[in-house]
């Protein structure tokens, strides 16, 4: 099984993450910030990956240091899990609507991180949590799943949908991604033999 378990303590942030990459989207998620909980829930639920979060953070300072932190920790256990990456699929891409809105998800799992963030809103928060925090936790978490990201909302007018549809595209896209490929269960997908780098 690839699990792994991460523990993050700082001095505005105390995390626990714990997560089974061939699990069935099952979640216990407490970060005390109720949207990013929703967020984090949809990511387990449509990527089937078991997913445990337990977040203490500076939240009476903002969201900032909490959200941040826990992209860290989960794209950390990613990581972990995957190992060296043999037989995995390595890419993917999803694309998916919510009601108006479509967003779409592009993913290498290459051991290089990087980001591409193509997502406007047009409010400045979500409920209490601020839209810009959003960027903030998929950087987090593709530098420390360290794998290539791209991101991008297509079109839409509702804030939630936005959103909510780019962490369905990217839970959608993770798990496509890291299945392991039948026809090359024992193999580096990578013609160098290995990935990153």
Request: hydrophobic fraction near 35%; include cysteine.
């Amino acid at each position: 099984m690839r699990e792994a378990k991460v523990a993050r303590k700082t001095t505005e942030t105390d995390i626990e993450v714990a997560l089974n990459l061939d699990g069935t989207g099952k979640y216990d998620i407490q970060t005390g910030i109720g949207f990013l909980d929703h967020m984090l829930e949809s990511l387990a639920r449509h990527s089937l990956i078991d997913l445990k979060v337990r977040a203490e953070g500076d939240l009476h300072i903002d969201f900032h240091h909490t959200t941040e932190d826990t992209g860290i920790a989960i794209g950390d256990a990613v990581h972990k899990a995957l190992g060296d990456r043999r037989g995995i699929r390595r890419y993917a891409s999803s694309m998916i609507p919510m009601d108006e809105t479509l967003s779409r998800v592009s993913i290498d799992v290459s051991d290089r991180p990087y980001l591409i963030w193509k997502v406007d809103f047009s409010k400045p928060k979500l409920g209490e949590m601020d839209t810009e925090l959003f960027k903030e936790w998929f950087q987090a978490f593709a530098q420390n799943a360290r794998i290539t990201l791209h991101v991008e909302n297509i079109y839409g007018e509702n804030n939630h949908h936005i959103v909510e549809s780019c962490f369905k595209a990217l839970a959608r896209a993770l798990r496509d991604a890291t299945e392991t490929d039948p026809r090359a269960a024992d193999s580096i997908p990578s013609t160098k033999g290995t990935l990153g780098g």
